[in-house]
């Protein structure tokens, strides 16, 4: 098993768990694609997921009763890896230096864990990275974030609370810049899309970034729990509204049975997902891969 599929495997193991279940009897029968479908529901896959999924189950019965757990479960994944076309970012490196990714999300979306684990997976894979503490609206968001730094050695761009949001970015454009950094990866402040005045502060960044470079931020990702079921779409939904989003980075898909909100959210978006948080360690921030997912939550081995 792949170090990355081993993590979806465990991340998504409570989805699986219940599709465990269902499948345990012996053979499929009507009443357990009754189930299936109810699970599909409340893991948050959606109706147009769960339907497509239920109708291609339901019609490869049909033709054949003595279908099996297993042939199921290779149904399910397909049409979800289907579903998922597109859905997996690609950081290109190279194509700016630095590289400006801004994370935004609501406060306790996972967004300056998740700046930190991506800072960590960007150096280990072998980029330069520098992070900048663009929070300043709450001091224990720019303590968390030296802190996680400092564990992790990277190096941090911060300022006191209460300081310019846009200032700091500047400067940490400024020194990624000097440093020749791969990567800058600014942390902005957990906002409502309701609050204007945060979202005219990001608004700000972004003017201030194309002073020195027209095209920064190049991306632009929305950090978004993917454990708190239909409120993640629309909160997605609403951000990408008020401010142009690239894409996403769905967290704590770990410990939950819902880990269907990520085809619902891509399906409503459009927007590809770059990476997964699938744990509360550095290292469980991983790249999105739609195949290894799709197999995950169907309690499938790795192709
Ligand atoms: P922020 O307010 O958006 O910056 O959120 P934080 O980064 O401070 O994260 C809020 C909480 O969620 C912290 O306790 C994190 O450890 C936890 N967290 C973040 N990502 C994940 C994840 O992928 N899985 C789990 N289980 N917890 C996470």
Known sequence: MSNFFGFFKKGFSKTADRVATIFGQAQLDEDSIEELEEMLYT??????????????????????????????????????????????????????QPHVICMIGVNGSGKTTSCAKLGKHLQDTGHSVLIAAADTFRAAANEQLKEWCDRLGLPLIASQQGADAAAVAYDAYAAARARNADYLIIDTAGRLHTKSNLMDELAKIKRVLAKQDSEAPHSSWLVVDGSIGSNSIQQARVFNDSFPLSGLIVTKLDGTSKGGAIVAIYRELQKPVYYVGLGEKPEDLKPFDREDYSRAVFGLSEL
Do not use: M, P
């Open 43 to 96: 893991a948050d896959f959606g109706v147009e997921t769960t339907e497509e999924v239920i109708d291609t189950i339901r019609s490869a019965y049909k033709k054949d009763k003595s279908f099996r757990e297993k042939s199921a479960g290779e149904i399910g994944a397909e049409v979800l890896i289907r579903q998922l076309e597109g859905s997996e970012g690609q950081l290109k490196k190279g194509e700016h």
